[in-house]
């Protein structure tokens, strides 16, 4: 089964600072997908970057960037120079496909979330 | 209007009784799927769709049922609703199940069960 951890309940940051928010996987899968999701106050899903098991740099857009280590099976999100915008829940998220499931379909799973709050 | 839109936003169910959550996708989107969002939980994964007539269960599928009859709707049905299941429901649609294919949520149906 995949699964998806992010231990960061809650985090702060300094407009204008840089921010990791964690994420750490789980899966017996060769081929993955991992994505990056933020949900603002209004409850929507946006999402921002993604990054695949077989990708030999780290994806980036814009301010995002996605620090991942696939042999510690993490792949945490890295947000440069804050902004009041930023606040929001964040979600880290897997895709697989595994053999069973090539009539069905790959699933997405979702680890817990962190909320970042950014202080002016 | 484009995309993917959810019915009702609002929801005030009692104990008991069925309700049916809507999902509409224009994109003709294959994949389809249902979360809710819990807090300390985030989004699990309910049911989901690789195409019409095609469905499997998520990690919490007990007290729910899905169709998918064609390709641009995929309704939730609770059964008989209990409390446990008051959440935050959302739906959302990919093209393809490759690993890179981002998914695309509707705006999300808040239902209360009392």
């Known amino acids: 089964a995949q699964k998806i951890t992010q231990t960061q309940p809650g985090m702060f940051v300094q407009e204008k600072e840089a921010v990791t928010l964690d994420c750490t996987y789980d899966t017996s899968d060769p081929s993955y997908g991992l994505f990056w999701y933020k949900q603002p106050s209004s409850g929507e899903m946006i999402f921002l970057i993604y990054q695949g098991s077989y990708d030999q740099q780290n994806a980036t857009e814009g301010r995002y960037s996605l620090n991942f280590q696939k042999a510690r099976k993490s792949a945490n999100l890295v947000i440069s120079a804050s902004q009041l915008g930023d606040s929001a829940m964040y979600f880290c998220a897997m895709r697989v496909v595994p053999p069973w499931a090539e009539t069905s379909g790959s699933r997405l799973t979702f680890g817990e979330g962190t909320q970042l709050t950014v202080n002016p | 209007d484009a995309g993917i839109t959810q019915s009702p936003r609002y929801k005030i169910t009692e104990t008991g009784r069925q309700v049916t959550l809507m999902c509409h996708q224009t994109?003709?989107?294959?994949?389809m799927f249902w979360y809710r969002q819990d807090l300390g939980h985030g989004l699990r994964l309910i049911y989901y769709?690789?195409?019409?007539?095609?469905?499997d269960k998520g990690e919490v599928p007990d007290g729910y049922v899905v169709s998918r009859s064609k390709t641009e709707n995929f309704p939730l049905t609770l059964e008989s609703a209990t409390r446990s299941q008051t959440s935050v429901y959302f739906c959302?649609?990919?093209?393809?199940?490759?690993?890179?294919?981002?998914?695309?949520f509707g705006q999300g149906t808040r239902l209360t069960v009392v």
């Open positions: 959302a649609s990919s093209d393809y199940g490759t690993l890179n294919t981002e998914a695309f």
């Open positions: 994109w003709s989107h294959s994949y």
């Open positions: 769709s690789a195409a019409a007539d095609i469905t």
